[in-house]
Each structure stands twice: as structure tokens, then as C-alpha cells.
């Protein structure tokens, strides 16, 4: 007789998971210091265009279509490829921390659940009020007493570089549950031609051919690292563990990618933290978590009962 087999989405996450989700998250939080390396000396929307014209191929030589229609591929290969990376990318070459930027990016959640209000009509609980209300207000107190330290159009660029996730969140959901690495992968085509033609417009396609024919060993150690690790290896891992686990066990564990992010960012940039930008960042930190793990301390709603008779 054979044993009964867990359910997907319903194991427990164990040490091997948990080890797993933590390496991926690594290498999620690391991506942003090698983003800076990157662009330092490269344009930074060519540099994007790289990083998935590598993620792209040779995968998609081995990994089968996703199931969705033209209008889902597009979009989500446009909203990730153009509007969320290359926007970060630009943003970090204009002189936004890594890790600012990192903890920045996660500001999509807010935007996700936004969205789903107004286009899903979703209802935002009071626990996601108060994260987003905090999270909006950490960005505004970094911003306006940084000292002049942070990037204030890097920090407008990484918004809508975090909407542009957002928008891609709701399109997988709109996928009916194809299969993410797959929709990771193909549409991963799409991004390098416009992102490529948008660097020579921003960057001069003097500075196109000069990366493309003289780049150092430097820039493409890091293209390889964004585009086989980050992407194929990262969202091949994620989506696996998701499949195993179930997003609920494995997508709070996203947390820890800022973690890493500001970590690698103050060792290898040497990150500096005045007090405005300390007060900010708590303030996204515990909007994050309350919007993440809000239900389980938020007291509940009381329900005034009404008994028969009474005034």
C-alpha cells in the first residue's frame, strides 16, 4: 500500500524549505548591490535589457509556454521588464541607495492591495489602512529630512517602478493560475528590445555600442548573476516552494529581501543612515509587517447584538 502524500500547497515549509526560501531571498537582497555595481559604468536601462535578454535564453528552449492569453504575456512582460526594473535601474544610477531601494520596492504590496480595491473591488482591511498610512508617511519623512542624502526623482522612479509591479501582481492573478516561472520566463522576450531602444534614447547609442563591445568582465559577471540567478534560479525556486508549500507559508518569508538589501548595501557601499532616513525606514519596516501580519494582532470588529425587547 502506498502512503498518503500531502495535498500541494499544503506541506510544512521544514528546514529544507526554510533554508530554501532564506537562499532565494539572499539572492533577492544581494541583486540591488549588483544592480549599482552594474549601472555605475553602464547605462542602466541597457544593463536591464541584458538582464533579460539572459533570463530569456536559453530557457525558453526548455520551458514550455504559459497557458495565457497574448494580452497577459504582454502586459506582464512590459509592467516587469519596462516600468518595474527599468525604472529601478535608472533610479539606482541616479543615485538611490541599493538598500533604501530594496526596502522601497516593497511598497508594491500597498499598491497590490490598492489596486485590487479599485479594479477587483476588494475590500482593504483596517490592518492594510494603517500599514499603507504608515508606509506612505515613512516615505514622506525620508524624503523631506534625509538631509538632502536621498535621490528625491530616484525615490519618484522607484514608486512607479513598485506600481509597475503591483500592476504585474494583478496580472498573474488575471492569469488563472498559470504557471509563474513559465510567464517569469517568456516574458522575459519582450522587455530587452524596448528597454534597449528607450537606453540609446536616454543614454546615446554611442554609449549602447560601447557597452555591448567593450563592457568588462565586471558588467556581464553581473548580467549573468541577474539573469540566471535572480531570475531563472530565484523565481524557479519561489514558484516551486509556492507549488509545495502554499503562498501563505512562503510569500511573508519576502520579507527578508530588504533585510538582505540594507545588510549587503551598508557592508559594500557603506550605507548611511541620518536620523530622517532611520525614522523612515521604520515607519515602511512596521507598515510592512502590519500589512502582512496585521490580521493576526488587530483586534477584532465589535458587533453591537441586539436582544428582542430591549430599547
Known amino acids: 500500500m502506498t502512503a498518503p502524500t ?23 537582497g544581494l541583486n540591488f548591490v549588483v544592480i549599482k555595481w552594474a549601472v555605475d559604468d553602464a547605462p542602466p536601462l541597457l544593463v536591464a535589457a541584458l538582464r533579460f535578454a539572459v533570463a530569456a535564453v536559453p530557457a525558453v528552449f526548455f520551458v514550455r509556454p504559459p ?15 519596462v516600468v518595474q526594473f527599468g525604472l529601478l535601474y535608472l533610479a539606482i544610477a541616479l543615485g538611490l541607495n541599493p538598500g533604501l531601494a530594496s526596502l522601497l520596492m516593497q511598497i508594491q504590496a500597498f499598491f497590490t492591495a490598492l489596486l485590487a480595491a ?8 483596517p490592518w492594510q489602512a494603517a500599514g499603507i498610512t504608515l508606509a506612505f508617511g515613512g516615505m514622506a519623512v525620508i524624503g523631506l529630512l534625509s538631509g538632502g542624502q536621498v535621490s528625491v526623482l530616484g525615490l519618484g522612479l522607484t514608486l512607479v517602478a513598485a506600481l509597475g509591479w503591483a500592476v504585474s501582481n494583478l496580472l498573474v492573478r488575471a492569469s488563472g493560475g498559470a504557471n509563474v516561472f513559465s510567464l517569469v520566463v ?3 522576450l519582450i522587455a530587452p528590445i524596448p528597454l534597449t531602444l528607450l537606453s540609446g534614447v536616454v543614454s546615446g547609442w554611442d554609449a549602447v555600442g560601447q557597452t555591448l563591445f567593450y563592457g568588462g568582465w ?16 530565484g523565481f ?8 509545495r508549500h502554499g503562498a501563505g507559508r512562503v510569500a511573508p518569508l519576502s520579507l527578508l529581501v530588504p533585510v538582505f538589501g540594507l545588510i549587503s548595501s551598508a557592508i559594500v557601499y557603506h550605507e548611511v543612515f541620518p536620523p530622517g532616513k532611520v525614522a523612515g ?31
Open 186 to 188: 517568456w516574458s522575459s
Open 281 to 311: 525606514t521604520t515607519l515602511i519596516a512596521v507598515g510592512l509587517l502590519l500589512h502582512v501580519f496585521g490580521r493576526r494582532v488587530w483586534p477584532p470588529a465589535r458587533r453591537t447584538t441586539l436582544t428582542p425587547g430591549a430599547d
Open 236 to 243: 524557479g525556486v519561489w514558484s516551486l516552494l509556492i507549488q
Open 67 to 81: 497557458a495565457v492569453p497574448a494580452r497577459i504575456l504582454w502586459g506582464y512582460g512590459l509592467a516587469v521588464g
Open 6 to 28: 500531502a495535498a500541494p500547497g499544503s506541506q510544512p515549509l521544514g528546514t529544507r524549505g526554510l533554508l530554501l526560501a532564506s537562499m532565494i531571498t539572499l539572492i533577492w
Open 218 to 233: 565586471e558588467l556581464w559577471a553581473a548580467v549573468l548573476y541577474m539573469g540566471l540567478a535572480n531570475t531563472v534560479l
Open 118 to 125: 479599485a479594479f477587483l473591488h476588494e475590500r482593504i482591511q
